[in-house]
């Protein structure tokens, strides 16, 4: 089941392996997800299209991290 944080106001959405972006976020959100590469930061956009950082990040709280971050700035 996905983990919704709230920071500054932005949904951090942090998803089970299971579970898809387009299912648990909304415009505006910002999704945690990790795969087999490592933990990834994911933006959901106005229409629902989905923008990323190039790399993923070693550990869920260097990601957690990275999302505060961008919520800070409004993503």
């Known amino acids: 089941m996905a983990t919704v944080l709230k920071h500054r ?4 959405v942090v998803l089970e392996q299971s579970e898809q972006i387009a299912d648990n976020c ?3 959100d ?4 990790t795969d087999a590469a490592g933990w990834w930061i ?3 956009g106005e229409n629902g299209e989905i923008d990323c ?3 993923p990040y ?6 957690l991290w990275s ?3 961008a919520a800070e700035f409004g993503t």
């Open 26 to 28: 909304r415009p505006g």
């Open 9 to 12: 106001k932005v949904n951090i």
């Open 53 to 55: 950082y190039g790399v």
């Open 42 to 44: 994911k933006f959901v």
């Open 67 to 69: 999302a505060k971050a």
């Open 58 to 63: 070693a550990s869920y709280n260097e990601a």
């Open 30 to 33: 910002i999704a945690i997800l």
